[in-house]
């Protein structure tokens, strides 16, 4: 099980320090983000939740200390209404993070709050991650800091790889293909990657996704843990082959 090293903890600290004030940097280019974010609220009739926090720092890296036992680093997609909130500013906290904590917990013993490092392809917020698309088209300045941001969290997600040596759990598949959203940080993740073989692939936790995948493809009498395992790497192979030799 790997555990932080104090010298590990100085670099972690030092790369989540950076990751802060690339947010505020960000965030400083882009003065009217919150007012495109309320704007793409009313278009998408998503005015249920007030609207705080238009790029999201993930708190729960704060709660890391030296000797923490780190079992995964779990990537996901941006915040969303649960994530952007001021008493929250966490990542997946709402229905898929609650549906992502309790398999963590039920099925592989791992305590989803202090033992998997969770970042994302990009912390600008939108109710919905689809909603994206909406919001560059009501403010046209947001798309450098967007594409940026991904290659930033793709470079983020490898260096904690270095520090922490726990697999990646990759989930979100729809917006990596080339037109997708997330092409820029799959581009980012995938050039000179270090470690192929730590990369694991999943459906989203979202509309039970991941669940229904599961169970179909689990195979009779194989835990699940072996099955994540198998199912993650499958997918790996499918998403980032092996280079052609």
């Keep these: 099980m790997p555990t932080l090293s104090q010298t590990a903890f100085s670099r972690y600290q030092a790369a989540i320090r950076d990751f802060s004030s690339r947010l505020a940097a960000w965030s400083q280019r882009l003065p009217q983000l919150g007012e495109a974010q309320r704007e793409l609220q009313n278009i998408c009739e998503e005015t249920d939740y ?5 790029i999201v720092y993930n708190g729960d890296l704060d709660r890391l200390r030296p000797g923490s036992n780190i079992r995964w680093i779990l990537i996901a997609d941006n915040p969303g209404k649960k994530e952007q909130l001021a008493e929250n ?3 997946l906290v709402g229905s898929s993070g609650k549906a992502a ?3 963590f917990r ?7 709050r202090s033992e998997v490092l969770i970042i994302n392809k990009s912390p600008v917020h939108t109710p919905k991650t689809s909603q994206l698309r909406r919001l560059l088209q009501i403010y046209p300045d947001l798309r450098a800091v967007f594409i940026e941001s991904q290659c930033y969290m793709a470079d ?7 520090i922490a040596k726990a697999p990646i759990w990759l989930m979100g598949l729809s917006e990596l293909q080339p037109r997708g959203l997330f092409s820029a940080w799959y581009e980012r993740f995938s050039t000179g990657m270090p470690a192929r073989e730590a990369i694991f692939v999943f459906k989203h936790f979202s ?11 689990r195979l009779p009498d194989e835990s699940v843990e072996d099955a994540v395992h198998r199912i993650g790497t499958e997918n ?5 082959p092996e280079p052609q030799l």
């Design 50 to 54: 007030a609207l705080e926090t238009p």
């Design 89 to 91: 500013r966490r990542y």
């Design 101 to 103: 904590e309790n398999f």
């Design 106 to 112: 039920q099925h592989l013993d791992i305590d989803f």
């Design 156 to 162: 983020f997600a490898w260096q904690l790889y270095s």
């Design 207 to 217: 509309m039970g996704s991941f669940a229904s995948d599961l169970k179909k493809r």
């Design 236 to 240: 790996r192979l499918v998403y980032f």
